[in-house]
């Protein structure tokens, strides 16, 4: 993919803002370039339809994914400090980029659009944590693989978007405690 210039990204923010307040459906391109400050020839050089609009829009939420993933795993040295920055990521990371309600201005899409971004995560997950994954009991058993067990996490966190935990910390200490993360663990309830 071609450098982006500084007019493209504020094209970018202006759909993805548009999306989630009323969904694709209702997305115009004269509307994104008014939103973003820019002309619709300005916008049209960048993105000649809509669909390339929206094609861009998820490549660059891929990016950000990575990227944002990769900054929380170079900020530490320790597989399991690594681990356990990841997991506190995917539990934040939807938050900001889908919104407060990422399904309900268009079910349809925002599940289409999650689904297309899951195996891309899935494999960005594993390969930028690696070897870290092996601190994962049932990985470092041989009972699942880092991918299996890169999926498993992200379908946790991907389940707090579909149905919001109402306390987000609590969700993390239970994958923290799936991950075997020691001084992490949850008591177990009694009853």
Same mark, same amino acid.
């Given at each position: 993919? #071609?450098? *982006? +210039? !500084? =007019?493209?990204? /504020?094209?970018? %923010?202006?759909?993805?803002?548009?999306?989630?307040?009323? @969904?694709?459906?209702?997305?115009?391109?004269?509307?994104?370039?008014?939103?973003?400050?820019?002309?619709?020839?300005?916008?049209?050089?960048?993105?000649?339809?809509?669909?390339?609009?929206?094609?861009?829009?998820?490549?660059?939420?891929?990016?950000?994914?990575?990227?944002?993933?990769?900054?929380?795993?170079? #900020?530490? *040295? +320790? !597989? =399991?400090?690594? /681990?356990?920055? %990841?997991?506190?990521?995917?539990?934040?990371?939807?938050? @900001?980029?889908?919104?407060?309600?990422?399904?309900?201005?268009?079910?349809?899409?925002?599940?289409?659009?999650?689904?297309?971004?899951?195996?891309?995560?899935?494999?960005?997950?594993?390969?930028?944590?690696?070897?870290?994954?092996?601190?994962?009991?049932?990985?470092?058993?041989?009972?699942?693989?880092?991918?299996?067990?890169?999926?498993?996490?992200?379908?946790?966190?991907?389940?707090?978007?579909?149905?919001?935990?109402?306390?987000?910390?609590?969700?993390?200490?239970?994958?923290?405690?799936?991950?075997?993360?020691?001084?992490?663990?949850?008591?177990?309830?009694?009853?």
């Amino acid at each position: 993919m #071609a450098t *982006r +210039s !500084p =007019s493209a990204d /504020l094209i970018l %923010a202006a759909a993805r803002r548009a999306i989630i307040a009323k @969904g694709p459906g209702k997305l115009t391109l004269s509307a994104v370039a008014a939103a973003a400050g820019v002309s619709r020839p300005t916008l049209y050089r960048w993105f000649p339809t809509k669909a390339d609009l929206l094609a861009a829009l998820t490549e660059s939420e891929r990016g950000q994914f990575d990227r944002g993933l990769r900054a929380e795993l170079d #900020a530490h *040295r +320790s !597989p =399991s400090r690594k /681990l356990d920055a %990841a997991l506190r990521f995917l539990v934040t990371y939807l938050d @900001g980029s889908l919104g407060p309600d990422p399904i309900g201005v268009d079910p349809a899409f925002a599940l289409r659009s999650l689904g297309d971004a899951f195996p891309v995560q899935v494999e960005a997950f594993a390969e930028l944590l690696g070897t870290s994954l092996d601190q994962v009991p049932t990985v470092g058993a041989g009972i699942l693989t880092r991918a299996q067990a890169a999926e498993v996490f992200l379908r946790v966190a991907y389940s707090h978007y579909l149905v919001p935990h109402p306390r987000p910390e609590e969700l993390l200490a239970t994958m923290r405690t799936m991950a075997g993360l020691p001084g992490r663990t949850l008591t177990r309830a009694v009853g």
